[in-house]
Every structure is written in structure tokens, then in C-alpha cells.
């Protein structure tokens, strides 16, 4: 299994741009997480997925925005780039809710986007 | 507001050390977790502890639900467990999966 697959590795955008980060997983994970990491700072969830067809706001969701057609696939789009989008963006899955008792939420390997 | 704090924010010790990592938040939870973060930037859950103890090979993670606080300890350490370390915790509401982050605590191995 490649596990959580996420691309592209490095964007710089220019402020206004559109962009969709995508993120895949072949483990058939229900759940599926969109975080962000700004330097110094803990991570920051934008996003989840309980189930295809489902999402739901992080904390911070200003700015974007989701989709999930698939169990596979769960892209991040930003549809009007900002110097403060800048960061790196983490695709996170789990087969069950996080707070069951044996559940780990698997990561893929980061975006990193710079605003310009 | 739940905070999660951990300390030191940075470490630095030699190979073979015992090292301790902690971590204390502010309101009640339902689990923590440890994660680590690799220095090329990859994260990987080490624990999902709701009450008492869980060993993992050289990793052990407490954790004391009345006081609050948390604890990552790593036995015999060894430059390749040099890495960020991560807190994170679920709190007690129901229904959403939303997990509250520490910053890490970087940890670096001398050899």
C-alpha cells in the first residue's frame, strides 16, 4: 500500500491564484483530515471527512475548501490565494473515529505552499 | 479554551540518555496522542493513550488524566529518535474529531 499520497511536494503561488492540493489513500479509511503548520505552531485542522459525500469544518476553514466523492480522495482547493496560506499542509486518514480506542491517524507526507 | 503545553521546547542529549518529554492541557479529554515528526518533515502517531501506561519498544507514554498532564519517555536514546515530538489531545465533547496540537518538542541526539 503507498498509504497516504499527497501532491504536489512544493508550490509557490502568486497572491490570487487557484490551486487544488490533492490527497489520496488506499487503505479504504472512512475519515480523512486536512491540517495545516505554520512555523512554530501546532497543527491546525482545516477540514475532515467522515465518509464520502461528507465534510466538515476544522478550525481554521476560512480560505477553503473540500470535497469527497471518493473514499480515496479528499482534495483541499484555494480558490484566492494569500500571503497567509502560506505553510505546510498535511493529509491525514483513519479507518475509525479518532477517539476510538486503538485508532492512529495515518499522515501523508506534507505540501509545503508559498504565497507570494 | 483547551490548551496543550509541552515542554522543554527544545532538548538536547547524548546517545544513551533516558529522556522525558511532557505535555499538560487544560480542560478534560478522552485520549492523547503522541506523534512523532521526522527533520524531512513526515509525521507518524506513536500513541493513543487514554489512561495509564503504553510501551512501544524504547518509547513509553503515561499518562495522569486527574492532573492533567502527560508524559513521552524514551529509554537508551539514539540519534535516530532525533526528531520533533508532538502532543496532541481529544477533548471530552462528542461528536466532531477535532484533536488540539502542542508545538513539539525537538528533540536532538548526540552521538
Known amino acids: 500500500n503507498a498509504g497516504v499520497t499527497q501532491t504536489p511536494k512544493f508550490r509557490i503561488l502568486k497572491i490570487g491564484q487557484s490551486m487544488t492540493l490533492q490527497c489520496a489513500q488506499d487503505?479504504?479509511?472512512?475519515?480523512m483530515y486536512w491540517y495545516r503548520q505554520d512555523p512554530g505552531m501546532g497543527l491546525k485542522l482545516i477540514y475532515y471527512?467522515?465518509?464520502?459525500?461528507?465534510?466538515d469544518k476544522g478550525e481554521v476553514p476560512n480560505g477553503y475548501n473540500v470535497s469527497r466523492s471518493t473514499t480515496e480522495d479528499f482534495p483541499l482547493r484555494l480558490e484566492l490565494a494569500a500571503p497567509s496560506q502560506t505553510s505546510v499542509y498535511f493529509c491525514?486518514?483513519?479507518?475509525?473515529?479518532?477517539?476510538?480506542?486503538?485508532?492512529?491517524?495515518?499522515f501523508g507526507p506534507g505540501t509545503r505552499l508559498l504565497v507570494l | 479554551k483547551n490548551e496543550v503545553e509541552q515542554s522543554p521546547q527544545n532538548l538536547t542529549a547524548q546517545e544513551g540518555e533516558f529522556i522525558t518529554i511532557n505535555c499538560s492541557y487544560s480542560?478534560?479529554?478522552?485520549?492523547l496522542h503522541w506523534l512523532q515528526q521526522h527533520p524531512g518533515g513526515g509525521i507518524v502517531s506513536l500513541f493513543m493513550?487514554?489512561?495509564g501506561k503504553k510501551k512501544h519498544g524504547r518509547l513509553i507514554a503515561t499518562i495522569n488524566i486527574q492532573e492533567k498532564h502527560s508524559s513521552l519517555h524514551i529509554t537508551a536514546s539514539h540519534p535516530r529518535d532525533s526528531a520533533v515530538y508532538i502532543c496532541a489531545v481529544d477533548p471530552s465533547n462528542f461528536g466532531n474529531e477535532k484533536l488540539t496540537f502542542g508545538t513539539g518538542t525537538r528533540l536532538t541526539i548526540i552521538p
Open positions: 491525514a486518514s483513519s479507518l475509525l473515529p479518532i477517539r476510538g480506542p486503538k485508532e492512529t491517524q495515518y
Open positions: 480542560v478534560g479529554i478522552s485520549a
Open positions: 493513550l487514554s489512561s
Open positions: 471527512s467522515v465518509g464520502a459525500g461528507i465534510t
Open positions: 487503505m479504504n479509511h472512512n475519515y
